[in-house]
């Protein structure tokens, strides 16, 4: 069974819809993948906000340390964060 070809205006129709196509399985990839981040964070989170936390309080800890050793005092602003941190 032999076919004719499309007509132009049918051809032009026929690349539009396979754009179409093309432009949501791109779309539907890219909310698939956040859709998936999403579910890891949210089966991670009970290990990933500890770990943020003591992270925060560790560099704050650290930066007050590497402050008051390195010659001047340990301003008001380094405690208030150290004990925010804590």
Known sequence: MN???PT???AR???LAVTALAGAVIVAILAGIIW??????RLLSPV???LAVAEFSL????????SSSAG???TAGD???VALAA
């Open 3 to 5: 076919f004719p070809p």
């Open 8 to 10: 132009p205006e049918q």
């Open 13 to 15: 129709v026929i690349w």
């Open 36 to 41: 998936g981040f999403g579910q890891v964070l």
């Open 48 to 50: 990933l906000w500890p």
């Open 59 to 66: 560099t704050c800890l650290i930066r007050s340390w590497m």
């Open 72 to 74: 001047r005092a340990a």
């Open 79 to 81: 405690h208030l964060r």
